[in-house]
């Protein structure tokens, strides 16, 4: 059974940064891509960042490339959002995302809140 847990949300001032973690089990890292979502209120969820597999390429939304920091981190089973420079529009739940390469059944997180003050 997959599971996801993110953590590492919280309250942050505009131009601070913070890293989002998604503890991952269950699943074979290469077998599945992986993905941050996020999603405020009254809008629809939002792809932030990709990291598709085989070689874990990464791609970003424009709304956060050269910001945010997608990755991987084998020991630990782990995908990091390294969220760097935010701003108020950042300000969401923020998902981790694994789908299968071979089944494409999407697992998802509970989510994790970051709220950006200016």
């Known amino acids: 059974q997959v599971q996801l847990v993110e953590s590492g949300g919280g309250p942050v001032q505009s131009g601070g940064s913070l890293r989002l973690s998604c503890a991952a089990s269950?699943?074979?890292?290469?077998?599945?891509?992986m993905y941050w979502w996020r999603q405020s209120p009254g809008n629809e969820r939002e792809l932030v960042a990709s990291?598709?597999?085989?070689?874990?390429?990464?791609s970003y939304s424009d709304f956060v490339k050269g910001r945010f920091i997608i990755s991987w981190d084998d020991p630990s089973n782990t995908l990091y959002l390294q969220m760097n420079d935010l701003e108020v529009a950042d300000t969401a739940v923020y998902y981790c995302?694994?789908?299968?390469?071979?089944?494409?059944?999407?697992?998802w997180g509970q989510g994790t809140q970051v709220t950006v003050s200016s």
């Open positions: 995302n694994a789908v299968s390469l071979k089944t494409r059944a999407p697992y």
């Open positions: 990291l598709e597999r085989p070689g874990d390429r990464t």
């Open positions: 269950g699943l074979i890292h290469n077998r599945y891509a």
